[in-house]
């Protein structure tokens, strides 16, 4: 089934550790985003990518990276994890044509940084 | 500045009632307008999307309506259940960028 997939969903780690956040989908989707999201409130765009080797930063000003060296993987990471980084991050993907104005989101990684 | 503003920021209903959630948007141009369910610790799920040119959409229990001179949008849920506990997002697309809004919480209580 296609889908849209996040590993893991729950993160509890150290200050100072790398940590990376998975994100896989198999719709064959060319544009990928990351998310993050504080609790109750809205949705802040941290990275995008529009197809393989491109990748860029979003609205919100973030220390984490990503990359996009398939289609189907654009995972996230955080070289030194700090309480700041508390967050849940979702990562969603979208299409071409029709699909070009609709977000699949993943079930989201919820991390905290002690 | 672009922006999506909601309203109630938080609503209690007993089960089997209706309701009606409410967006005021600022986004200027509009393109389009969607509305997300968004459960607790899970990622949001889209509901509806709407152009300019639409002025209702339903999927199921749920109604969406756009008036685009009064950039207002409002989500109806009728007969409302349990299930239906979760945050309503709704969403205003600038040309390529989404502008979110930070949801309504919706607890439907037994």
């Known amino acids: 089934e296609a889908d849209i997939y996040q590993t893991p969903r729950y993160l509890v780690i150290g200050t100072g550790k790398k940590i990376t956040l998975e994100c896989s989908q198999t719709?064959?989707?060319?544009?990928m985003y990351w998310y993050q999201q504080d609790p109750g409130m809205e949705l802040h765009l941290i990275h995008y990518s529009y197809g393989v080797n491109s990748t860029e930063k979003g609205d919100l000003s973030s220390e984490s990276t990503v990359s996009r060296i398939r289609t189907e993987h654009f995972p996230l990471t955080l070289e030194s994890a700090r309480p700041s980084h508390t967050s849940q991050y979702l990562c969603?993907?979208?299409?071409?044509?029709?699909?070009?104005?609709?977000?699949?989101f993943g079930a989201g990684s919820r991390l905290t940084v002690l | 500045k672009n922006q999506v503003e909601q309203s109630p920021q938080s609503l209690i209903i007993l089960e089997g009632k209706n309701c009606t959630l409410q967006c005021n948007y600022t986004v200027s141009p509009f393109s389009n307008l969607r509305w997300y369910k968004q459960d607790t610790g899970r990622g949001p799920v889209s509901l509806t999307i709407?152009?300019?040119?639409?002025n209702t959409k339903s999927n199921g229990r749920y109604t969406a309506t756009l008036d685009a001179d009064t950039k207002q949008s409002s989500l109806h849920i009728t007969a409302s259940q349990l299930s239906d506990s979760a945050s309503y997002i709704c969403?205003?697309?600038?040309?390529?960028?989404?502008?979110f809004g930070a949801g309504t919480r919706l607890a439907v209580h037994p």
């Open positions: 709407m152009t300019f040119s639409e």
């Open positions: 969403v205003v697309s600038l040309r390529n960028k989404l502008i």
């Open positions: 719709m064959g989707h060319d544009k």
């Open positions: 969603a993907s979208s299409g071409t044509g029709a699909g070009a104005n609709v977000l699949t």
